[in-house]
């Protein structure tokens, strides 16, 4: 079995209380080695991921929670933030809340993520939103969003490299993309142009633009093609 040590590099996190409420910055980096297998799950985050051509996952992300007794402060400062698990070649990247906080509906987030080009990503956001601006997937990637929606901007991938769009509940808008695989539950999809599509869905809306080939399966679905 293949073993790394991994180094954790410019950790910090500011808070502060203002009218009720809780605010708190934190910036995380993590370097990576080619190819490793990397997922996060995110709770009621608005995501952003974006690509750059460092070996290292940089996470930085502002909270804000409504109406915070002074206590609870107490118990965030210290279990609000994000903790990793790493394995020889697989990291999982979550969201960690203090336990005992029960609102976790009055947490809100902006998270923006920067990835290196050659890891596989699987990228989980529940009750909050997605936005991916300009990718090249060199390897693997796959985003689930439920109560959430899912924006792509333009994405392209190698030949090798299978694309994921999932959403349950919520909406994905694709601008511009290759090739995809789609899985839609009760939802609404969108794509304004692509080459290749494969979807699965349940009780969806699907309006698609400009696409050469689609691979479609499911039931009860509304489809307007153009």
């Not at 997922?39 to 502002?62: H, N, T, Y």
């Not at 929670?65 to 933030?81: I, M």
Request: hydrophobic share 40%.
């Amino acid at each position: 079995m293949k073993y790394f040590v991994f180094f954790l590099f410019g950790i910090f996190g500011i808070c502060r209380g203002y009218a009720g409420d809780y605010v708190k910055y934190v910036r995380q980096m993590y370097p990576v080695e080619t190819g490793i297998n990397c997922l996060m799950d995110f709770r009621f985050g608005e995501i952003a991921l974006k690509q750059w051509e460092k070996d290292s996952i940089l996470v930085e992300a502002s909270f804000r929670v409504k109406d915070v007794e002074e206590w609870e402060k107490e118990n965030l400062a210290e279990h609000l933030g994000f903790r990793l698990d790493a394995w020889s070649d697989v990291w999982k990247l979550y969201l960690e809340i203090a336990s005992g906080f029960s609102r976790e509906g009055d947490l809100k987030a902006e998270i923006n993520v920067w990835v290196p080009r050659r890891i596989t990503l699987d990228v989980m956001n529940r009750f909050g939103n997605i936005h991916l601006s300009e990718y090249h997937a060199e390897l693997p990637l796959s985003l689930t969003a439920v109560y959430g929606n899912i924006q792509v901007d333009s994405v392209s991938s190698q030949p090798d490299a299978e694309l994921f769009f999932n959403v349950s509940y919520g909406k994905l808008e694709i601008r511009n993309c290759e090739k995809a695989n789609v899985r839609s539950a009760y939802s609404s999809v969108g794509v304004k142009s692509a080459r290749f599509l494969q979807i699965k869905a349940e009780k969806s809306y699907i309006s698609l633009w400009n696409t050469d080939t689609i691979i479609g399966q499911g039931e009860f679905n509304n489809y307007d093609i153009r």
